[in-house]
């Protein structure tokens, strides 16, 4: 009983961080600010003062080279930030929102803690050219060890900026309607200034600074916030939004080269969302036949030589909102699981120490997915219809535990039911653990989706009304400091786990990882940063065969000209792939990042080495090359260029033949006319498949909802059955337009 009284008391124990600093804002009123870019002395005569003081990299917690000022007020709705920045030279990209642009120049902006708790940051964030970001930090792990971002988020604020001579002065109007906060009119949130920029008069090296000081020896890199603004007698209003759309297209596709292109009648879709916000911790969202249509095109990824499925980013709003609650390290939700839906609804009761997400959905083109040992199986099932139940209740700052509970019923008797719980300990400021288990019993549909012989463990991949029932586990213990980073991992996937509502590739595996990281911030001429990681990989099926045994090195260093160099070698033991197995072989990979200059950016991949062909029928151990390149060209700061190339290729060991080859290239060209309006125009060309297609896009964005499209797509085949033609022949084409506007 002792043993268990400490444990908790450890648990919900103070971190050991600076005092907070309390500033207590004027409140003005709102014809006082004026959103010009030009921060007056009338609107900040006022205002309390937040100065960036702590540079983060590449010097540690040192006085920036650069001023930075923040001044805050408030109005009854809205919170004012204006920013002046001192530089002798400012880069400023127009830009679409969210675009990573707005990153490789200079930027300032403000991150929130509003419940005080660490929960997530919400950052919002300005160029001087008016160019918008924002994004929500996490607690759980990324890759790096920091927080886990998600930038899918938008929220409504406007911003303004202008470029002055001793530097640029940025102004924010952050609507109180926008932020989740707890209840109450009066308020007292966590907060932090940051900014980056160009240091031209240290070789042009990119600097982050902040006004809270940095700790590399924390855990909970989301308590670090110890400035605090307090706001009274706040106006809290029941927000009610309206999101009506209509969307029409015209195509004409042909079959042979000798016929004409066969035009369908346009086709019309409408449909209607709404927002209802009873108050600041209860939010309703439904929508009727929703526009999930996605206009961004997602780029072509290769998985000629992959052999499970391949996820992509979710783009539509109504899924990101809220989606933070999701955050899982086993992909147990994925939201592009619910394809086509004809209604949604969702329900968030985010509270000062809990959190409900409620989400349901019908479907009429629903994926379906079947996960083995080392291959996935996928096909389109028919209509379905989608629960998801999350809560999460917030212990302290680094105590957190959750619930899940989701389920999916196809047309038929067939069902999926998934049940999990996880938790999140912060133990002190550099120990962390994170643990997740799911329980699953599925009944899959009598169809013939997927149509396969195979089978794995106990089961058929043929959907034939099989019952099936799993477990998932995942736990992580971690260390982290400034000079040592470590951590011990361990997943299991039983053969029978399932997720319909996730995306779930493999199972009937235990996994074990062992990481252990040395990390230097010497921050010379030569040498900003360097990293020596060492990791060892052990996976095991339920039968305690071995399946993969490996060991990776690491050696990652921050240098001239921005240039950002990670190299790994892996050698695997044992690695194997169906019914055969690999050893002894080994593969490279080196990545680097650079911007030598303000208008251009690079990023090239190389790997080369022995890996497995996987989609041969008898797979095979081969000589693997894969190349990705891609840049991005600022011409001035209203047109950049951004080409990519992916090449991969592997060969017989023996006679250098190809199992196969082949590129994806793809040219991405903008014009920024203003924040809110840009022509696009991508182009793309898959060698695999020899097809191409070309998309303009004309997009008009006055904030992150109402929208306007027009564009059109052209597909192009390189040959028809009829016809061996040397040039591309247009095969489809598209013409499409979308307006949809927001009612607040």
């Known amino acids: ?118 929960r997530n940051n919400i950052i919002i964030n300005s160029n001087a050219s008016g160019s918008q970001s924002d994004a929500i930090r996490l607690p759980g792990t990324d890759w790096g060890g920091g927080p886990s971002v998600n930038s899918n988020v938008n929220y409504d604020f406007k911003s303004a900026g202008r470029i002055t001579e001793d530097g640029y002065e940025i102004e924010f109007i952050i609507p109180f309607s926008e932020i989740p906060f707890p209840n109450g009119k009066k308020q007292a949130w966590k907060i932090k200034i940051f900014s980056g920029y160009i240091d031209d008069e240290n070789d042009g090296v990119e600097v982050r600074a902040a006004s809270s000081k940095s700790n590399r020896d924390a855990s909970c890199q989301l308590c670090l916030l110890d400035h605090t603004i307090v706001m009274d007698d706040i106006l809290i209003e029941k927000k009610l939004n309206f999101l009506p759309y209509v969307s029409s297209n015209l195509s004409g596709t042909r079959d042979k080269y000798s016929d004409r292109l066969d035009y369908q009648k346009p086709k019309f879709n409408y449909g209607v969302g709404f927002n209802l916000e009873l108050n600041k911790n209860l939010s309703v969202e439904a929508t009727i036949n929703p526009d999930f249509s996605q206009v961004e095109s997602d780029a072509t990824r290769i998985d000629i030589n992959s052999p499970t499925a391949i996820n992509y980013p979710e783009k539509r709003p109504f899924f990101n909102r809220g989606i933070d609650a999701m955050d899982y390290q086993i992909d147990v939700f994925y939201s592009r699981s619910i394809n086509d839906p004809s209604f949604a609804s969702k329900i968030i009761n985010q509270g000062r120490k809990s959190r409900l997400y409620v989400l349901s959905a019908f479907d009429e083109q629903t994926p379906y997915l079947v996960p083995t040992q080392y291959e996935s199986f996928s096909g389109v099932a028919g209509k379905s219809f989608s629960n998801v139940i999350r809560y999460q209740n917030f212990i302290s700052s680094k105590t957190q535990i959750g619930l899940l509970a989701s389920n999916r019923y196809y047309e038929g008797d067939a069902y999926g039911n998934l049940y999990g719980f996880d938790a999140l300990f912060n133990f002190s400021d550099v120990w962390k653990f994170e643990f997740e288990v799911f329980l699953n019993n599925n009944k899959e549909p009598d169809a013939d989706w997927i149509d396969s012989d195979k089978k794995f463990g106990d089961y058929s991949v043929r959907l034939d009304g099989e019952k099936l029932s799993g477990n998932a586990v995942f736990a992580t213990l971690r260390r982290d400091t400034e000079t040592w980073r470590s951590y011990i991992e361990y997943s299991q996937l039983s053969d029978g786990f399932r997720s319909d509502l996730g995306f779930i590739t493999t199972n009937d595996q235990k996994k074990y990882t062992l990481w252990h990281s040395y990390n230097q911030y010497p921050n010379k001429d030569l040498i900003k940063r360097y990293r020596v990681s060492l990791r060892q990989d052990f996976e095991y099926n339920y039968s305690h065969d071995i399946s993969r045994s490996n060991f990776q090195g690491y050696l990652g260093f921050l240098t001239v000209l921005n240039t950002d160099v990670l190299y790994n070698y892996e050698y695997n033991f044992v690695k194997s792939h169906l019914d055969f197995q690999f050893r002894d072989f080994i593969n490279h990979w080196v990545r680097v990042e650079t911007q030598p200059t303000d208008f251009l950016n690079l990023n090239i991949f190389y790997k080369w080495g022995k890996d497995i062909a996987y989609r041969l029928e008898t797979p095979m151990l081969g000589y693997e090359t894969n190349i990705r390149f891609s840049s991005e060209i600022s011409v001035n700061e209203n047109f950049r260029i951004s080409p990519t190339l992916n090449y991969q290729s592997i060969q017989n060991l023996d006679s250098n033949e190809y199992y196969f080859k082949g590129y994806i290239g793809r040219l991405d060209i903008r014009y920024q006319f203003t924040n809110f309006l840009d022509l696009r125009l991508i182009s793309e060309y898959n060698d695999f498949s020899e097809q191409f297609f070309f998309q303009p896009l004309i997009s008009w964005r006055p904030n992150p909802d109402t929208i306007f499209y027009l564009g059109g797509n052209q597909n192009y085949i390189e040959t028809f059955t009829d016809y061996n033609s040397p040039h591309y022949r247009v095969n489809k084409t598209q013409l499409f337009l979308k307006f949809q506007y927001l009612f607040k």
């Open 1 to 118: 009983m002792k043993k268990l009284l400490a444990l908790f008391l450890i648990l919900n124990s103070s971190y050991s961080f600076s005092q907070d600093i309390i500033l207590e804002l004027n409140k003005i009123s709102e014809e006082k600010f004026i959103l010009d870019g030009v921060v007056s002395d009338q609107e900040i005569d006022e205002a309390k003062i937040l100065e960036v003081i702590y540079e983060e990299t590449p010097s540690f917690n040192t006085m920036p080279s650069k001023e930075t000022v923040g001044h805050f007020t408030y109005s009854d709705k809205f919170l004012y930030v204006g920013i002046k920045a001192k530089r002798s030279k400012v880069i400023a990209p127009l830009t679409t929102r969210d675009n990573r642009a707005i990153w490789r120049g200079d930027f300032t902006g403000i991150q929130f803690d509003t419940y005080g708790d660490a």
